[in-house]
């Protein structure tokens, strides 16, 4: 069974930075790509940044665009998001999730997420 582990959440200052990593418990699960997602309280889930494993093409939701970027390590199946000018509506849970390599493409690992909150 594959889990997903995440970390480098925390409290930060507007306008400041954190990175946050997440950590597959096994390495050569089938995937083709892993993405980072955010809930707010008293909001729905949304995406945030996606990656492919194989050719690392990434992409943003608007909102974050410029200020956050996604990065891969396939070989050990770790995903980094390194996220700059934090605002404090960027102050959410952040998840990280991979697809199993079927045609869906369907988010089915999902870590248990890490807080992370913006201070004015």
């Known amino acids: 069974q594959v889990q997903l582990v995440e970390s480098g959440g925390g409290l930060v200052r507007a306008g400041g930075s954190l990175r946050l990593s997440c950590a597959a418990s096994?390495?050569?699960?089938?995937?083709?790509?892993a993405g980072w997602f955010r809930q707010a309280p008293g909001k729905e889930r949304e995406f945030v940044a996606v990656i492919s494993w194989n050719n690392g093409t990434t992409h943003y939701a608007g909102s974050v665009q410029g200020r956050f970027t996604i990065s891969r390590d396939s070989a050990k199946r770790t995903v980094h998001l390194q996220m700059n000018s934090l605002r404090s509506e960027d102050t959410a849970v952040y998840y990280c999730?991979?697809?199993?390599?079927?045609?869906?493409?369907?988010?089915?690992?999902w870590g248990q997420g890490t807080q992370v909150t913006v201070s004015p």
């Open positions: 096994v390495r050569t699960f089938k995937s083709f790509a």
């Open positions: 999730a991979a697809d199993n390599g079927a045609p869906d493409l369907e988010y089915v690992y």
